[in-house]
């Protein structure tokens, strides 16, 4: 795989059931990301774009097909591997936060650095919590925080060990429009202020066009890959 190149798809294929019963989720897709780049992954509600996010995330394990991130093919690694490559090389953010309740700010973002057990560089951690905009929040727990700052931790938490890969589910499907546009523009300094790759999932078109290359799925199947020239 070329240097530059830290996501490859190679004939990805999940399907459900069996016989007359199966249901085709993803169709052998293939594609590959580099490093630095900003990818929105759009489609329909069941279009399979979210299959695809937890199939390149580990969450889930495809029927066939493969995915190297950074050389190493995901799903060839055993469960305990696997979760630790995940904790180190994949950010991923949710939806819905799943932010611990008991855990403050700070405590939440810095969760994946202490299940590895990693020594705290405080200076990025200011500096991350600066970028986010939660320097007078970071003693609040999460049921004192408005939807948009708990994504902010969300994202905080994604980005503290410096992934290979941030994958973003609807991040903004729980929020209104100018939360929304916050969080956008969270991720967008992320890809630029540390070059981190991100691929967004979204059924929003609006959100979509703030990448820099748009896949488009339906059926499970890619049907469009553009550069967005803005």
Known sequence: MSENIILKCENLTKTYGNAENKTIALDNISFTVKKGQFVSIIGASGSGKSTLLHLLGGVDKPTSGKVFINNIDIHSLIEDD???FRRKEIGIIYQFYNLLPIMNVKENILLPSQLDKRKIDEQQLNDLINVLGLEDR???LP???SGGQQQRVAIGRALINHPAIILADEPTGNLDSKSS???VELLK???????QTILL???DERIAKEADRIITIKDGTIV???????
């Open 181 to 183: 546009q916050e969080i």
């Open 143 to 145: 049921n004192q925080l």
């Open 224 to 230: 469009k890959d553009i550069e967005n020239r803005g």
């Open 189 to 195: 300094i992320s890809n630029k202020k540390y070059n």
């Open 201 to 203: 999932v979204t059924h």
């Open 138 to 140: 970071i003693t609040h």
């Open 82 to 84: 696997l979760a630790a």
